[in-house]
């Protein structure tokens, strides 16, 4: 027995070298907007960014979008310590904020950012046919916005149903409350409208994990709205989603969740 456990040991020694001997580089503040002309504003240039945390080497590797949180009136752009070093691409997202600009813009600049890596992410050993999108809170509704409504990508050419996963962290699946407070609307009264998640359901959707913190301790309903949204989803004929509730976590509930989506992505990109 002793022997068998040696022998595996060595077998898999040098897969986890070369694991542990993957370089990883990271390119900052790159423009996801093509036009560098005048029609963009300083605080676009400011805030319209991407990070791009990326593996050294031939092989094209599954990418993860992130979208930070913040309510779509604050946070930057960051790429998550628990995605480094998992043999993805992971890219950053900024995006402008409320008050400055209408937050329904938030999701344009998403949406203009997820073209951006689909179009280019294979100069950073990304494989676009692997892209994940994922995010916290405010970034997780951006995430479902951006790629449940297909309008917003058709604008790039794209088709929203490419995406490999779509995996938000506790997000909006009704109207986001910045774009309701704009609107003179209280964040306790609910609203289901085109720039809620929840209208667009459909059956072709990309695979989908939903994360949320306990529901007792979450944000004014965050695991119910998901809850409905997942029910709707396969009210609709979406066969591939999945709802993980955190017990004992509330909003704030990423730390636990990451390994959550580091395994989604595993499992739908074929990684080892």
């Not at 040098?14 to 560098?36: D, G, R």
């Not at 790429?79 to 997202?93: D, H, Q, S, W």
């Amino acid at each position: 027995m002793k022997k068998l456990v040696i022998y595996i040991f060595l077998a898999v020694l040098p897969l986890y070298a070369n694991a542990q001997a993957i370089n990883y580089k990271t390119i900052e503040n790159v423009h996801y907007y093509y036009s560098q002309t005048a029609d963009q504003t300083s605080y676009m240039k400011e805030k319209s960014l991407l990070d791009i945390y990326y593996p050294e080497g031939d092989n094209k590797v599954p990418v993860v979008i992130w979208f930070h949180g913040g309510g779509l009136t604050a946070g930057q752009k960051e790429i998550p310590l628990a995605l480094k070093n998992k043999g993805f691409c992971v890219v950053g997202v900024g995006y402008r904020l409320s008050p400055k600009i209408e937050a329904e813009t938030c999701i344009a600049d998403a949406a203009a950012a997820i073209a951006w890596v689909f179009k280019n992410i294979g100069r950073y050993n990304g494989d676009s046919r692997r892209i994940f999108v994922s995010g916290h809170s405010a970034g997780g509704y951006l995430a479902l916005m951006a790629i449940m409504d297909k309008s917003w990508l058709k604008k790039y050419n794209l088709d929203s149903d490419l995406v490999a996963g779509l995996v938000p962290f506790s997000g909006h699946t009704i109207t986001h409350f910045t774009i309701r407070k704009e609107q003179g609307i209280p964040g306790e009264q609910p609203i289901i409208d085109k720039l809620a998640p929840l209208y667009h359901v459909r059956k072709n959707a990309p695979p989908t994990l939903l994360i949320t913190g306990d529901r007792e301790k979450e944000m004014l309903g965050r695991y119910e709205e998901n809850a409905y949204f997942y029910r709707m989803m396969k009210v609709a004929g979406h066969q591939d989603i999945t709802l993980y509730e955190m017990d004992g976590y509330g909003h704030n509930m990423t730390e636990p969740a990451f390994p959550l989506l580091v395994d989604f992505v595993k499992l739908k990109a074929n990684v080892e």
